[in-house]
């Protein structure tokens, strides 16, 4: 885990790099602050400062790595020796599945990774909800999730998101000590039929893990409870944020319609073969 003295030190780094190349990482802060997190971050300091970072996040038996370099000490091998360090963590951790993120936007990121041989693999939208005219809530639409109920999320990722079922059932059992982090279970006539889950971090609220079993699908149960976590929200002024494959045409056309807009892109890509 990081010291608080790091992540102060990783915040300002962020800061500069995104300022200067008019982009946003997607570096998960709400697992950086973890004071249980396993995963090793790499970080480079040169005369005292740090210079340069990459995180390390595991999912189950997939790992998603997300760094960054001072602008003004690039092209000087810094965020490779970074990047040699986690890959060959990765590696021998014996990951399955490595995805590699640079913001869409980021022509320095694209670049690194052409040099590395990187395969494009997906890119996910993060759209942020930007007002419209929502339905009354439902009342008995929603209810937080328990310990219960969590064999019915880890049956909702592997049917709805077709997620490996070790790697469902390690990720839902973490969610139950994420900081911040409240999971709804979504109901059909009393019966938990989807989830959503909703992480605050201030003024902001991300919406994750939005699922429906597929036999449920096309009835509008999903859209009236992403209606109603929405209004909530925003009626407790929060900034609504979610994250979206932008080949899931269906999924982006439920929330285009209940008003969210794309606002950036994030891309990933799976590295290239070991020289």
Known sequence: MLTETQQAAVAALQQAVEAHDGIALKLNWDCLRRTDRTDPDFLRYQDGRLIGFLGVYGFGSTVELCGMVHPDVRRRGHFQALYD???????????????????TASEAGRAFLRKQGAQYAFTEHQMKWAGATLPAADPGLLRPATPEDVETQV?????AFGTDEADARSMNRRMLQEPGTTTYMILHEGTAVGKIRVQRSGAEAWLYGFAVFPR?????????????????????????FLEVEARNARALQLYTSVGFQVVQGQDYYYPGPVS
């Open 216 to 240: 449920f699908q096309g009835r509008g149960i999903g859209r009236r409870a992403l209606e109603t976590v929405v209004a909530r929200l925003a009626a407790q002024g929060c900034a609504v």
């Open 85 to 103: 360090q986690a890959m060959d963590y990765c590696r021998k951790a014996g990951f399955t599945e490595i995805l590699l993120n640079s913001p």
């Open 155 to 159: 049956r909702l990722d592997v049917e």
